[in-house]
């Protein structure tokens, strides 16, 4: 499977972006779903995840009740809306996909989009 993210950008504290994430397989939209960010000088990190049908979404807590992960399934998407941005959400965010799981994306299990770029400057 290919992934496509995009809509990074540079944007001011507090500021919202929306980020998207195309996927190319047929059967994407049976799978789990998420962002993940790797920052500066730091490991990549869990923000978001979807199950497949979008029922079921959880959160890193440094993002709970900022950032918001759906899907459109039609159009093998998802997005993850991001509000109140803050400088430490600055980071390359990466899209995956679980490959078989429905509910959860296993980092060691998924396939992985190239990044964009979140600059949130203060």
């Known amino acids: 499977v290919q992934l496509q993210a995009s809509g990074g950008g540079l944007v001011q504290t507090g500021g919202s972006l929306r980020l998207s994430c195309v996927a190319s397989?047929?059967?994407?939209?049976?799978?789990?779903m998420g962002w993940f960010r790797r920052a500066p000088g730091k490991v990549r990190e869990f923000v978001a995840a979807?199950?497949?049908?979008?029922?079921?979404?959880s959160y890193a807590d440094s993002v709970k009740g900022r950032f918001t992960i759906s899907r459109d399934n039609p159009k093998n998407t998802i997005y993850l809306q991001m509000n109140k941005l803050k400088a430490e959400d600055t980071a390359v965010y990466y899209c995956?996909?679980?490959?078989?799981?429905?509910?959860?994306?296993?980092?060691?299990?998924?396939?992985w989009g190239q990044g964009t770029q979140v600059t949130v400057s203060s």
């Open positions: 397989a047929r059967n994407s939209n049976l799978r789990a």
């Open positions: 979807t199950s497949w049908n979008g029922d079921y979404s």
């Open positions: 995956a996909q679980d490959q078989m799981d429905q509910y959860i994306v296993r980092e060691n299990l998924a396939s």
